[in-house]
């Protein structure tokens, strides 16, 4: 079916030669404007292609029509799928059906379609939650479908699955250069910081940036806080992804992490310490932990030559100043407005 034939931060060891040259291609990121889509654009822009957008408004991705017209008229030789619905576990939880029937269809509508326009290569990004709530930590990529998922996020975690399958089968069947990354948890510029969706480092960001401007005591932190957790920063993620592109082809999904975890408290502390807040934290103990511990394997990932370069205290500075400016405009121009 398919018309084509049918690859300084970030290296630890010299990858293998590329077996994928991006090199004048022309690469469709899909989500452009979202955390991940956005950092991929600043990334690709280091690159010699020619990147390739286009928004909500232009293309719905659950219609299957609107995206066939969108491989019309942008003919992309590379996908990055970086557009889903994304949310936290009270989001999941409240709207099962969009999270299930939203990212089903746009996995379905943009694999099948890159497979029917003759795209050279596409990249699936699913998230570390397809993994089983119980897996063997650090979780490695053979976990997967091996016991039951989280309940919380299952309907997001199912249509991740179908996508990586999608991907695998495409490969298999039409000999489609379909990859799939498995990232953990990311932060960083572009991310949500509304309190009430929020993910944790965005989220107790905001927090720290209200004690400041309220002169609170303390911050209130959601558990126990001994949870461990790892944490990318999405900068990262980007030149990981510009690397699996070249050096990875390949059916199983791969993981993407740091391979470092942290316990939220100690997460906490260095949030605070990177927005200079001298208060103090508050473990609301009656709200959830969730799993006590989700650290991905990475060793796949090293083993093709590339490890995360930005540490958590870094990535956390970074994101900070970038929330602050972000922030301050939006204060400012509500100011002017008012
Ligand atoms: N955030 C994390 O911690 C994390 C961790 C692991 C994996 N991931 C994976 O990374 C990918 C991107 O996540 P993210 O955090 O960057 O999410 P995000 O910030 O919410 O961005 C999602 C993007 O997808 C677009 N989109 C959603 N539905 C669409 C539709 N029907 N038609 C067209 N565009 C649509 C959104 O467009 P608008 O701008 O118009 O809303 C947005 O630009 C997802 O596949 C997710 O599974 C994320």
């Not at 991940?36 to 822009?45: D, H, I, K, N, P």
């Not at 949310?87 to 890159?114: E, K, R, T, W």
Request: glycine share 8%; aromatic share 8%.
């Amino acid at each position: 079916m398919p018309t084509g034939s049918l690859s300084s931060a970030g290296c630890s060891k010299m990858p293998e030669a590329p077996i994928f040259d991006l090199a004048g291609k022309r690469v469709w990121v899909a989500g452009h404007r979202g955390l991940v889509g956005s950092a991929l654009v600043r990334r690709l822009a280091r690159e010699r292609c020619e990147v390739l957008t286009a928004g909500r408004d232009v293309a719905d991705l659950r219609r299957r029509d609107d995206v066939d017209a969108l491989y019309a008229s942008l003919r992309p030789d590379v996908v990055i799928l970086a557009a889903a619905r994304v949310g936290g576990i009270l989001a999941n939880n409240s709207f099962p059906v969009d999270f299930l029937h939203d990212n089903l269809a746009i996995a379905n509508n943009v694999i099948a379609g890159a497979a029917e326009s003759g795209v050279e290569k596409l990249l699936f990004l699913g998230s570390s939650c397809i993994y089983p709530r119980e897996a063997p930590q650090p979780i490695r990529e053979e976990a997967l479908l091996s016991a039951p998922l989280e309940p919380t996020n299952e309907w997001y975690a199912v249509a991740k699955i179908a996508g990586l399958k999608l991907c695998q089968a495409y490969r298999r069947q039409y000999g489609c250069d379909f990859i799939s990354a498995m990232p953990t948890n990311l932060y960083g510029p572009g991310d949500n910081f509304d309190i009430a969706s929020a993910h944790v480092i965005p989220g107790l960001l905001a927090k720290v940036r209200k004690a400041m401007e309220d002169d609170a005591r303390t911050i209130e932190v959601w558990g126990t806080g001994r949870p461990r957790r790892e944490f990318l920063y999405v900068d990262d993620l980007a030149d990981a992804l510009v690397h699996l592109l070249r050096h990875y082809s390949d059916e199983p999904p791969i993981n993407v992490g740091t391979g470092s975890e942290v316990t939220i408290a100690d997460l906490a502390w260095t949030i605070c310490e990177a927005a200079g807040y001298s208060g103090g934290l508050q473990f609301d103990t009656s709200r959830p932990d969730g799993t006590m511990r989700k650290l991905l394997d990475v060793s796949r990932l090293h083993g093709l030559g590339w490890r995360a370069g930005t540490s958590l205290r870094d990535g956390i500075a970074r994101t900070w100043l970038w929330y602050l400016d972000a922030h301050d405009s939006v204060v400012r121009d509500a100011r002017v407005t008012a």
